[in-house]
């Protein structure tokens, strides 16, 4: 079989799920391939074209107000001059992707998973994909706090696409959104290692049991795959995240915000060019500026060499995840 993994990955952690799972594949004797979508589109323009904004980051508005709404934004794009010609450069990409992955019997999407949702960026991605006649699809996450209904809503998107949506895995590798909140010692490359090999063994088995449910075997081919059904979140699991959910709605006084430390900031631009929104722009004195919430991928955070994005005091000097 030829089987392609379609993935965002904020900070690294569904990167690395995406080459296990990859890895899983190979091993039983089919072609598995991997795809960043960052590599075929400009998630910034992507976004601003097939807008998606989750529940969350209008909660952190109402919340926390940063200057500027997630949607005012959406309408100033609406009116870019530029606008025209970037959706026909996009329409071109997508149209190409299209091609590719006729070439797949199987696509896998991963993403990231952001308060029960799947990457903003990458459900516009998934929103941008031409109309499929029941193309065979997985998905799989990554998360923290567990994954609640993700599963759900990723298999709706890719259902309005017209994916044949057979299955669902997901698992955590390494907690990014805990990291600011201790110490920098607990970053090291050495003691994520470590974690690491803990995990591997449980991330492995996992990946393997959900292969095998698929029916993702040695010398078995695409029209042999079976559904691995992914489950309604029973009322238990419902109301346990709803309670979760309430307390990651409380904690955005204290972790959302819109802070950079200027005596750290060295001016690189960095965060600005790799934010898969575009919402950090550079101002005028070359200092990084936000003005709205984004979908807090906590990438800026982690890549910036000076540690200078913070959110919130709270995370000053403390941990960032640099990836294993």
Known sequence: MNILLVYFSGAGNTRLYSEMIARGINERGHRCDLLDIEKIVDAKLLWRNFPVVPAY????EKRVPLGLSINEIIRAYENDPAKDQQMLD?????????????????IGFGSPIYFFEPAAVFSSFIKSIPGQNRKKAFTYGTHMEGPVDFGLKIKSELELRGFDVIGHVD???AH??????????????????????????????????FLDSLNIKSGSDFKAL??????PAG??????GKVVEAGLYATMNHSFGNRFIADKCSKCGLCSKKCPMG?????????????SHCMYCLRCLCICPQEAVSYTPLYDGKARFKGF
């Open 171 to 173: 698992d955590y590798i």
């Open 90 to 106: 996009l329409n071109k990409k997508i149209v190409n992707f299209n091609n590719y992955i006729a070439n797949f019997d199987l």
């Open 57 to 60: 980051i209008l909660e952190a």
């Open 226 to 231: 079976s559904k691995s059904e992914t489950m």
């Open 235 to 240: 009322n238990v699991m419902k109301y346990i």
């Open 176 to 209: 990014t959104e805990l990291m600011p909140l201790f110490g920098k010692s607990i970053a090291t490359g050495e003691i994520l290692k470590k974690y690491l090999n803990y995990r591997l063994p449980s991330i492995n088995k996992k990946i393997n049991k």
């Open 279 to 291: 919402l950090i722009e550079v101002g005028n004195d070359g200092y990084p500026v936000r003005k």
